[in-house]
């Protein structure tokens, strides 16, 4: 087993920058988990928008009014009343609606003069449509009240829209035909980022082993030593298979200590599942890799685009919602789309019978065609360059 | 003999496949990778007119006010400013509503009666403000009979005429340079600015080509009667050159090509772009001459901190600028990745001009002191061996 053992000692050599990549996943994982709000939604709730109120009139009980009910129906930020700070906020999407009451706006309402509240928004954004609905519904009735009942004090008017605002439409959530709504849980998501990393270590593991057993010199000494042919390339295979093997092994059990409630679940068998298959297939491009290329610097960079590449137009890093029909189209030929499918229909199964499963099988299936057709294009590329004597 | 130095540097850098790489191709093939990965981002935020179904039963074809209701709400707000359509209605039987709302032609129907009841699929902005139209109806009706008890002269006073008026109480007032900030140019900022910081490896080169302890190479040239002032000199005006060709040319594809917005101020760009490639190819020479560990460790310590700064400015995650900024804001200052990225946020964003000329002045710092601390290492070395 002078092979395999060879192996790990490269395989150890590489150790520190094949641990970044973990490391940097890791890290990734935690922040993303923390910051990533499960909402596991069962009965119909209000969406809410990010609010800034920022009141220059004095505090009356029409400002108070109103701004009680947008509290209601939003999410309120407190910013500086500074044009830099304002600014920064809309820009990152921390606030996505500011609106500014002027000085005077109480009195000159009641009165029953034409005014209007400052707002600035991100134009044409849903969020901002929708408070400005609340507000101009607010103070539609207010008006309605203040024309028709002469006098009326603003406690009185608070206190009639108050009640009038509470009358409110029955919403009936029916249940989607597939089983339940949709939601991203921190595992999914780990599992969704996870191809990056195995992209990453796998590719550039298993091909630092090939670069050194293909290098000219030393192959042809190999090839007169007592080993044979075949076992020397078994010892290889198995190897890279324990190497990857190995590489997700670690993945899994991360996950298992991250996510402890969620993993031992029955859709989280599938996960397991569904990432040992792109292991799989990832094992399959990076001996294809192994053979193309010929430098360090290669390797790396080779590495990156493809990692990077997959990740990006797959849906790893941005949810295949928010991607572009041509990117899509274009994901459709890289095995990431269909094991971010798969994931996607895992996390969404809640009855574990043949029809709902199939579905996710098909997509594995899928992933392991791409392994087979470029295994296929690995071994026609080395033969090629056998008889080319290299 | 400095013109020649310089040429001879310039070849050098150019022929060095793997630098070139890093340093042009790779930021070229990620900002394709963003503008694929982004360009749909922000349409997710959008308004769209949503489709719904109104059932045709009894009470809704009794009520005349809900049916004018839904015609003006369906045509759009009929307001004196704005003509918003906030829903396509279709008038249908209760079955073909349901099964409408099953294939996600729309997204939800509305059952008018006491109270008018909402059915729809999942929870969201659209659901939301659907309900919250229907809740007007309700609402609006509600405040009809408190004032018609209150007042019951009202409804000869105009009461009818006052309920088809529907005022905006709301007026538009822009801050910045945009009605509509796109988030995803920050991605594209901090691409650039990695840039700039990926010249650091010619900088990091440079001082192995001149500081003779590092390099064969360099032993040579101590011994060679030339300064070594102007050595270095020519090697980093030489690297400076070829790194703004290298940044003109990724901004040209990122302007022209992935028509990405960097607001108007195109010499100030210009000049961030600049003072940014100054910056990164410094701070390679400083981190070359502070520690005298091997090359492979140099470029680790470049890559790792370039990468970490960049995440620091929002590259992996746009919002992170912004946390930074809020939370710890010392952080954002002494980092030059998120000082370039800042400066081309506040040119595309802000219409005043403190703000940039912070960043681009804490970069000249940056920039001046890398070079004086490489200055002030390197300077009167000499070695009896090495």
């Known amino acids: 087993m002078i092979i395999f053992k060879t192996y790990f000692k490269i395989i150890k050599k590489q150790s520190l920058q094949l641990s970044i990549y973990v490391v940097v996943f890791l890290s990734l994982a935690i922040l993303f988990t923390y910051l990533g709000n499960d909402n596991s939604i069962e009965t119909f709730t209000q969406s809410k928008a990010k609010v800034a109120f920022i009141n220059e009139d004095s505090d009356t009980v029409l400002t108070q009014g109103l701004k009680d009910y947008l509290a209601d129906h939003s999410v309120f930020v407190e910013l500086d009343n500074n044009t830099e700070a304002l600014q920064d906020a809309l820009f990152f999407r921390e606030v996505e609606y500011i609106a500014k009451i002027p000085a005077g706006f109480t009195n000159e309402f009641m009165s029953g003069k034409p005014v209007a509240i400052d707002k600035t928004m991100i134009s044409g954004t849903v969020s901002g449509i929708y408070t400005d609905i609340l507000i101009n519904k607010y103070l539609n009735s207010a008006a309605l009240y203040v024309k028709n009942l002469k006098n009326i004090s603003q406690e009185e008017l608070v206190k009639n829209l108050k009640k009038d605002l509470e009358v409110e439409t029955d919403v009936k959530l029916l249940k989607n035909s597939k089983g ?50 075949t076992s020397y390339n078994m010892q290889l295979l198995l190897g890279n298979v324990t190497y990857s093997l190995a590489c997700w092994a670690i993945l899994i059990v991360l996950s298992a200590a991250l996510y402890r409630n969620d993993f031992f679940r029955l859709n989280s068998l599938y996960f397991v599942i569904n990432t040992l298959v792109l292991t799989i297939t990832i094992l399959s491009i ?8 010929k430098s360090r610097n290669a390797q790396t960079g080779i590495s990156n685009v493809l990692s990077l590449g997959m990740c990006f137009l797959t849906g790893v890093f941005v949810p295949q919602e928010l991607l572009g029909e041509n990117v899509l189209a274009i994901a459709k030929i890289l095995p990431t789309y269909w094991y971010i499918k798969a994931n996607k229909a895992i996390s969404n199964l809640t009855v574990f019978n043949w029809s709902n499963l199939s579905q996710i099988v098909y997509y594995m299936l899928i992933e392991l065609g791409f392994a087979i057709a470029i295994v296929s294009v690995t071994l026609v590329v080395s033969k090629r360059n056998q008889l080319k004597g290299s | 003999m400095f013109l020649y130095i310089f040429c001879n540097r310039l070849k050098c850098i150019v022929r060095d496949k793997p630098l070139i790489f890093w340093t042009l191709i790779f930021p070229l093939i990620l900002a ?18 949503v489709n719904i179904a109104v059932v045709d039963n009894e009470q809704y074809q009794k009520s005349k006010e809900f049916r004018d209701f839904i015609e003006q709400h369906s045509e759009g707000l009929a307001g004196d400013n704005s003509s918003e359509q906030l829903f396509i209605a279709k008038v249908v039987s209760q079955e073909e509503a349901e099964k409408m709302l099953a294939n996600n032609e729309i997204v939800g129907y509305v059952t008018y009666g006491n109270p008018i009841s909402l059915s729809v699929k999942e929870s969201g902005f659209d659901q939301t403000i659907l309900k919250e139209i229907f809740d007007q109806y309700s609402q609006t009706e509600s405040t009809v009979y408190n ?18 008026r529907n005022t905006e109480f709301t007026r538009e007032v822009q801050i910045g ?9 920050n ?10 910081f990926y010249f650091g490896c010619f900088g990091q080169k440079e001082i192995t080509n001149t500081q003779a302890n590092l390099s064969k190479r360099a032993a040579r040239l101590n011994v060679a009667p030339v300064h070594k002032l102007k050595v270095l000199t020519a090697g980093v005006l030489a690297s400076l050159l070829i790194s703004l060709i290298e940044v003109a040319f990724l901004m040209c594809y990122i302007i022209f090509v992935l028509k990405i917005d960097f607001g108007n101020q195109t010499a100030l760009v210009l000049l961030t772009c600049i003072v940014g490639c100054a910056c990164g190819i410094s701070f390679g020479a400083f981190i070359s001459v502070v520690n005298k560990k091997s090359e492979g460790v140099k470029t680790a310590i470049l890559i790792v901190s370039t990468m970490t700064a960049c995440f620091l400015s929002g590259m992996m995650f746009d919002k992170m600028k912004y946390i930074i900024q809020k939370n710890i804001p010392i952080l954002a200052y002494i980092n030059p990745v998120s000082l370039i990225t800042d400066a081309f946020y506040a040119l595309y964003y802000y219409d005043t001009y403190t703000r940039f000329l912070i960043n681009i002045g804490m970069l000249s710092g940056f920039t001046v002191l890398f070079c004086l601390v490489t200055y002030f290492v390197m300077r009167r070395q000499r070695y009896d061996y090495i």
Do not use: H, W
């Open chain 1, 180 to 229: 339940k709504v949709e939601k991203t849980t921190s595992i999914e998501f780990y599992y969704n980022f996870s191809p990056y990393v195995l992209i990453n270590i796998i590719v550039l593991g298993v091909s630092s082993i090939m670069m050194v057993f293909n290098d000219i010199k030393l192959k042809r000494r190999n090839l007169c030593s007592p080993v044979s042919n």
């Open chain 1, 286 to 293: 990076s001996f294809l890799v192994g053979i193309l290329i």
């Open chain 2, 32 to 49: 394709t990778f963003f503008y694929m990965a982004f360009s749909n981002l922000t349409e997710s935020e959008n308004f769209n007119v």
């Open chain 2, 147 to 164: 004032i018609l008890d209150q007042n019951p002269t009202a409804l000869q006073n105009g009461l009818t005429d006052d309920l088809q």
């Open chain 2, 177 to 185: 340079t945009k009605d509509k900030p796109d988030i995803t140019v």
């Open chain 2, 187 to 196: 991605y594209f900022y901090t691409l650039i600015a990695m840039t700039c």
